[in-house]
C-alpha cells in the first residue's frame, strides 16, 4: 500500500489530573508514555486537551462474559470488547463458561486470538478448574497456563466448584504457576431453585429464595482450604455482609484470599425484584439495603479488592419472559465506571486514588497481567482511560455496543464518561466514541 497509515502516532495528552491529582501532561509515543511532565510539547503529535479531565490507569475487568465460542448470538469477542473500550477497559478476563467450556489449551487460543484479532483490548481467557464445568474431574490447568494464552485465572464461573477435594486440588495445582481459583461460592442444594435472594420481599412474594448463608458457607470453606494450602482465591462477586465480614477475618489471619463485588451490587436491592421485570435477576442475586452498605465498606477498607463487572449479555429473549424463565445476569461493561463513581466517588468513600487501585491495578495484580494496572509514568505501557467526571448521561441500551439489552441502569442518569481510551498506545476511544481497533499493521 503507497498510503500505509502513521506507524508511530503520538499523541499529547495536555493537562489531565493523573489519578485525580496533579495536573500533568503525558506524551504517549511507540505504545508507552515517552515522557511526563508540564508544558511539554512535541512537534507532530496530536494535541487532547484533557483540561477537567482525570488520567486513569487503563481499567481491567477480571470477570466478562464474552460468550465466544458459542453463544455468538449473545456477545461476540468483537463486540463484547468494543463495549470494553468504550467503558475504558484496556484488559478484560473472558470467563470459561462458553461452548465449547474453555477447559482445553486449544479453546483458550482461541479466545486469546479472537482478542487479538479484534484489536480492541487484551482479552485474557479464564481456564475452566472443572472439565465441561461439570465439577467432576479438574481440566488442564498445565496445558492452559503454558499455553499461548498464558491463563493464570481459573474459575467455573456460573458454577460452583462444590466438591472440597476437587477445590483443595485445584488450589494446589496453580500454586506452581502462581495461579488463582476464582470462584463462584453458591452452595448448590442450598440455592436448589432460588430466585431471588431470601428474606423480607421473597416472602412477599411468593418466590424460592436463595440465603446468604449459600454463599457464606462456601467462602469460609475456601479460605480455610486456601490456608491449608498455601495458595492463592479469589472469591467472585461477593454480594453479602457476612461474606465481607469472613473475607476480612481471613485477611487478618493472613490467608491469600482476594475478593471481588460488582457494580451492581454497590447499588441496587432485591426491592426491585417487586417489578417482576427480569431485567433484575442476576446470580448472586441483588440483596438488602445492609448488604450494599456492607460491600461499599469492604471495597473502600480494603476487604473487597477489585470490581467486576460480571458483564452478562443476553439476547432479549431469554430476558423478555416471565421471572422464572428468564436468564439471570446483566450487561455491565459499559457502565461499570460511572456506577462506581456513583456508588463510591460520589458519597465520598473513596478518591480517584482508589477508584484506579479497585479498578485496575488490582485486578492486574490478581490477573498477573503485564502492561497493565501500572502507575501513568515515564516508560509504562500507554494503557490510559480519561474520564470526564462533570459529565452525566441517560443509559439507554440500544445505543451500546454489546448486544445485550439487559442494563439494570437504563434510562438512570449516571456521572462521569470515558472520554478517550488508549490501548497500548492506540486510542481505542476518541471523543468519547469508538475509534479504531489496534491493529497490526497500525502496532
Ligand atoms: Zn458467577
Redo the contacts with the bound molecule.
Sequence with gaps: MSTAPETSAAYLIRGAAIGGGARTDLLVRDGIIAETGTGLSAAGAAVIDADGLVALPGLVDLHTHLREPGREDAETVETGSRAAALGGYTAVHAMANSSPVADTAGVVEQVFTLGQKAGWTDVRPVGAVTVGLAGERLAELGAMADSRARVRVFSD??MCVHDPILMRRALEYVKAFDGVIAQ?AQEPRLTDGAQMNEGAVSAVLGMTGWPAVAEESIIARDVLLAQHVDSRLHV??VSTAGSVEIIRWAKQRGIKVTAEVTPHHLWLTDELVRSYDPVYKV??PLRTDEDVKALRAGLADGTIDIVGT?HAPHPSEAKECEWAQAAMGMTGLETALSVVQHTMVESGLIGWDDFARVMSTAPARIGQLAGHGQPLETGSAANITLVDPAARWQVDPQRMATKGRNSPFAGRELPGRVVATFYRGHPTVLDGALNTPLTSEGA
Aim: glycine fraction near 12%.
Design positions: 464461573d456460573g463462584h467472585c462477586h446470580n448472586p460480571d
